[in-house]
């Protein structure tokens, strides 16, 4: 194992985790019933979500690394 695959395999995996503490964080904001302030909430739970998905991209994307490294040869 290379030292890319490595550093590729540990990218991956605190990426993974990341993404899920990240979606966590944005399912535990509440959501207040005024309508003035429900927006801002929104907004902050779309930023959040958002960093979660990059996260899980850079996950996926260390795990089509790792998946192509392996049948290359």
């Known amino acids: ?3 890319l695959d490595k550093a590729a395999g540990i ?3 605190l ?3 990341a993404a899920a503490g ?10 207040p019933n005024n309508i003035d302030t429900i ?10 979500n958002a960093s979660a998905a ?6 996926a994307l260390c795990g089509a690394y790792a998946l192509w490294s392996q049948l290359k040869g």
Do not use: H
């Not at 927006?39 to 959040?48: A, D, I, N, S, T």
């Not at 990059?54 to 996950?59: D, G, M, P």
């Open 1 to 3: 194992m290379s030292t």
């Open 11 to 13: 990218i991956g995996v």
């Open 15 to 17: 990426a993974a985790l």
């Open 22 to 31: 990240l979606w966590l964080r944005a399912s535990v904001i509440d959501v």
């Open 39 to 48: 927006v801002g909430e929104l907004q902050r739970m779309g930023r959040w």
């Open 54 to 59: 990059f996260a899980s991209f850079v996950a």
